[in-house]
């Protein structure tokens, strides 16, 4: 689902963004997409619905513990929020749409491109 919610929300605004650019309209469009960010997002448990009941217990599966303590240290050591809102702005204020926070992304982004066309499979140019 996050992944499939990440593709749908820049394929949805990449549409918007050639709609709008055919009209006579103000409206202008940007995607964020970002890297690691500093953010409470991989405490997000902490939000579980009381009607679910408890949360998931959480150090049972020890491939899934490395991989949160892998997403810990990398939104430990990710951008400010208040950077990644400069970036934003920046972007609107130039009516400019790709929003990238790490110039490294770019180089992900030619590569995913570059698989693509030469026919490669995904995990040869791996996930943006």
């Not at 605004?13 to 940007?30: A, C, I, N, T």
Request: aromatic share 6%; proline share 10%; net charge negative.
């Amino acid at each position: 689902p996050y992944c499939a919610s990440k593709f749908a929300v820049v394929a949805i605004s990449e549409s918007l963004h050639m709609e709008l650019s055919m009209l006579p309209s103000p409206v202008k469009v940007s995607v964020l997409c970002p890297g690691w960010v500093r953010t409470n997002i991989a405490e997000a448990d902490r939000n579980w619905p009381s009607r679910l009941g408890p949360p998931p217990e959480r150090g049972v599966d020890p491939a899934g513990e490395m991989a949160r303590e892998f997403v810990r240290q990398s939104l430990a050591t990710g951008m400010p929020p208040d950077d990644v809102a400069g970036l934003v702005l920046d972007a609107i204020r130039e009516e400019r749409f790709w929003v990238l926070t790490e110039h490294a992304m770019a180089g992900r982004v030619i590569d995913r491109a570059q698989g693509i066309v030469d026919g490669g499979n995904p995990g040869a140019f791996g996930p943006l």
